[in-house]
């Protein structure tokens, strides 16, 4: 009995201590754009491993939340990934990398390229077979984004579509629930960060990216601006922040961390 008591003692001291170290840490708290969220939080990583006293988390949610928990003071920084608007001038952008929006379908699909008219009427409803584009007799699974989310308002934008018109089958929040949408269903159709299914294809994932108008949807082509749906992808501040945001704002946006945004399929600043 006497021996319990000295081993719960131990554990109480042993708790007690790290519990203590954890609550001392500074944390700093980063909201918004899933399409950021997996760079950062590898960013966020290496951070903390050269700075014990601070941690990071990374939340996802979409650009706008990044944009509303800035300006509401809920988050540290925000993640946007794409340029800030004229009415949001009260933010601060850092532009982190450079990316681009991807038309993906199954592996199996036989399509290589679509054209600008076609993925209008795709998401218009007017065309939804896949044989009207050479494919399979197979109606067409058309996956949207959210609202909220930056990759659905430039799409939009690009294509000079309303939401409101859009006919989809699939509603999905984050580039991954796309990725794993458009790879479990051979006849779907979907969009995502150029760089997010270049990473996935890569991994083995049966995604495959379209040509867009016979201009291939890679990084390199983002990067020498051939390709036309390219994007920034920038991390958004209010107002001053304290030193330890803005030590870590200073790592994030320096060239010691351009590999680490190459390897998620990502351009750094000034390349």
């Not at 939080?41 to 939340?59: F, N």
């Not at 925000?78 to 450079?98: P, Q, T």
């Amino acid at each position: 009995m006497h021996n319990l008591k000295n081993i719960f003692l131990i554990f109480c001291i042993l708790t007690t201590g790290f519990y203590t170290h954890a609550a001392d840490k500074e944390k700093i708290l980063i909201t918004g754009s899933s399409t950021i969220a997996p760079l950062m939080m590898e960013l966020a990583r290496v951070y903390e491993k050269k700075h014990s006293d601070i941690q990071i988390d990374v939340q996802t949610g979409g650009s706008t939340k990044g944009i509303v928990d800035q300006r509401k003071h809920i988050s540290d920084l925000g993640m946007v990934s794409r340029a800030l608007k004229a009415n949001e001038s009260d933010l601060k952008g850092y532009l982190i990398a450079r990316d681009g929006l991807g038309i993906i379908v199954n592996k199996s699909n036989p399509l290589k390229n679509i054209t600008h008219q076609q993925v209008i009427d795709i998401y218009l409803g007017k065309i939804n077979n896949w044989k009207q584009l050479g494919g399979s007799d197979q109606p067409i699974v058309v996956v949207h984004k959210a609202d909220g989310r930056s990759t659905q308002e430039i799409f939009l934008k690009y294509f000079q579509l309303k939401n409101s018109q859009v006919k989809a089958n699939i509603i999905i929040g984050d580039n991954e629930q796309g990725i794993k949408t458009v790879s479990g269903n051979k006849y779907s159709i979907g969009y995502v960060s150029v760089g997010t299914a270049q990473y996935n294809e890569s991994a083995g994932i049966p995604i495959k990216t379209l040509s867009l108008d016979g201009k291939i949807a890679s990084v390199e082509n983002v990067k020498e601006k051939t390709y036309p749906l390219a994007r920034e992808l920038n991390i958004v501040a209010a107002g001053n922040k304290n030193n330890a945001i803005e030590d870590f704002l200073k790592f994030a946006l320096s060239k010691e961390v351009s590999p680490i945004v190459k390897q998620y399929y990502f351009i750094p600043p000034g390349e």
